[in-house]
């Protein structure tokens, strides 16, 4: 399989080829004359005759569905983006096909497809581009959703500093997810003062103590400040 990826990364006809055309070649109900006219489907058809059990059917559509998000850019891009990921032990190609194969939805695939795209642009390094690939792996995507909410949360507790009246808080349980996935991180905060509480007159109760609550300060980390940056690119489509 590895070969025929390779094909269909490299071709210069990847940009004319849909999800619905994937559909009709796995289903063995393509014609001729498009074959002709796209090519490459040729490697996409070798494939499917090579592999043609449920399970390879699954992968040959997830592969495509990571494979169709490079279709804007150019094949030399593509290229390059596979060699970047070379080492002595396996291939940029090999290394992209074990990375889907730990992806369990069509929908990671399609995210997983926008990262590698943003690595063949080169708006992201190697580096940002692992830590990235196994982040979309390991989460449950609707986890990372939550965080432009508490990006925004963030946002406003730092503009009501200086204010009298705190309306925004951050909770735990809201985005307990993101703290599990290292995007956020927890700090203590000063405690408050504790003060005694004197009563004002014989009606009133006994002297009581206030304060010396601790406030939980909520800071994203070097990988949520990662996702975030990138956040718009890799989810385009805020209702997906």
């Known amino acids: ?79 390059e983006l596979t060699r970047d990921l070379d080492d002595e032990n396996s291939s940029g190609s090999e290394k992209i096909l074990m990375a889907i194969d730990n992806l369990e939805t069509y929908e990671k695939c399609k995210v997983f497809g926008r990262l590698c795209k943003l690595k063949a642009l080169e708006e992201i390094d190697l580096f940002e581009f692992k830590r990235l690939t196994k982040l979309i792996q390991d989460a449950y995507l609707d986890d990372l959703k939550l965080l432009p909410s508490f990006s925004s949360r963030l946002e406003l507790i730092k503009k009501e500093k200086n204010s009298l009246i705190e309306k925004n808080k951050i909770y735990m349980d809201e985005f307990y997810p993101l703290i599990v996935l290292g995007l956020i991180y927890q700090e203590q905060g000063e405690q408050t003062p504790i003060e005694k509480v004197e009563p004002l007159s014989y009606k009133d109760r006994d002297p009581y103590y206030k304060g010396g609550e601790i406030e939980i300060l909520y800071f994203m980390s070097d990988l ?10 890799l989810f385009p489509n805020k209702n997906e």
């Not at 070798?46 to 059990?53: A, I, M």
């Not at 949520?224 to 690119?233: I, K, R, T, V």
């Open 1 to 79: 399989m590895k070969e025929e990826f390779n094909e269909i990364i490299k071709s210069k006809d990847l940009k004319e080829i849909t999800i619905e055309l994937v559909e009709k070649v796995l289903d063995d109900n393509i014609g001729i004359d498009l074959i002709k006219e796209i090519p490459v489907l040729k490697s996409l058809i070798v494939v499917r005759n090579t592999y043609n059990s449920y399970t390879d059917r699954i992968f040959i559509k997830k592969a495509m569905n990571v494979l169709l998000e490079l279709s804007d850019t150019n094949w030399k891009e593509r290229v």
């Open 224 to 233: 949520g400040s990662l996702l975030h940056l990138f956040y718009n690119n």
